[in-house]
């Protein structure tokens, strides 16, 4: 599978919050249930951090199907790594069904929204 510079910037966000070589279990439980707690209250950030854990199974069973409805919830606040990683998910169809439709949109929202990488794939996709 070919990784884009966006799963990267995704994998950079959570190393900045949840490190696995300086996280107990204990710790990173903690973590999780504040993710959650903050997602619940409609934290795009909190729900980001959450569909990332979820999307790469860090501390958590992974689940995409769980990580796209997080990533959704980001997304329609206009938060752009959310549009941008959900745009990728159905551009290469992990997780979800392939939609170059979906994506076409996604990448659109998170260009309009500063993503330099959202622009470029946008571009490849019209």
Avoid at 90 to 104: H, I
């Amino acid at each position: 599978m070919h990784l884009r510079p966006g799963w990267i910037l995704v994998a950079a966000a959570l190393l900045l919050t949840v490190s696995p070589l300086t996280f107990s279990q204990e710790m990173a439980a903690e973590h999780i249930k504040n993710y959650a707690t903050e997602a619940a209250k409609g934290n795009p950030t909190a729900q980001f951090k959450l569909g990332v854990m979820y999307f790469n199974g860090e501390y958590v069973n992974q689940d995409k199907d769980r990580a796209c409805k997080c990533f959704e919830k980001a997304a329609a606040q206009n938060h752009p790594l959310s549009q941008y990683s959900l745009a990728l998910m159905y551009d290469e169809g992990n997780g979800v069904g392939q939609d170059k439709e979906l994506a076409k949109k996604w990448f659109g929202r998170a260009c309009d929204n500063g993503h330099a990488h959202a622009c470029r794939e946008y571009a490849k996709l019209d």
